[in-house]
């Protein structure tokens, strides 16, 4: 066994000690994080499924395609390569649909092309933007993004960008 699997084990029983050293109630202790981790996940549950239900609309409908067609001239014009815009389009909203997508870009046209090197980088550095959004703001219980949003795209962009540049077509 490596020492990793003794980690959790190991803090958790060091926090025991310790709590009990204070003589405090480690067992109450517990349970009163785990209610606030499940008012936690009950309060920022309806932004999840709001979220995963759209992008599984957007997928489903057919909009995704219609984007890509739409943006496949921009795209090719500052050195994005179009079919990369699937991923893009996804990236922001939902992580494990942008790992499907880069893995069928993978998977076509194989992960040392350039079309799956763009693929590779766009997933390491983007992030899924209105996800973690929704998530943290939520539980933190913030309702004006103000300037969160615009920021968070611009670095978006920026990743993609460099992933066109990375994987040699710009």
């Known amino acids: 066994m490596a020492v990793t699997d003794y980690l959790v084990p190991g803090l958790l029983l060091m926090a025991a000690l310790a709590a009990m050293r204070r003589k405090q109630d480690v067992y109450g202790i517990l349970l009163a994080g785990g209610a606030e981790g499940l008012r936690l996940v009950a309060s920022i549950l309806p932004a999840l499924v709001m979220l995963l239900t759209a992008v599984g609309m957007l997928r489903q409908s ?3 395609e219609a984007l890509t067609r739409l943006l496949t001239p921009a795209a090719r014009a500052v ?11 996804i990236r922001p909203f939902s992580g494990s649909a942008a790992l499907a997508v880069g893995a069928e870009l993978m998977t076509r046209y194989g ?12 997933l390491g550095s983007t992030e899924t933007t209105f996800y973690t959004i929704s998530v943290y703001f939520s539980a933190a219980g913030i309702r004006k993004t103000r300037y ?5 795209l611009i ?8 992933a066109a540049a990375t994987a040699g077509w710009m």
């Open 155 to 162: 670095a978006d962009l920026t990743g993609f960008v460099c």
């Open 111 to 122: 992960p040392d092309s350039g079309i799956g090197r763009a693929a590779a980088v766009m």
């Open 79 to 89: 050195g994005i390569p179009a079919e990369t815009l699937p991923l893009i389009l």
């Open 62 to 64: 057919g909009a995704m």
């Open 148 to 152: 969160a949003i615009p920021a968070a």
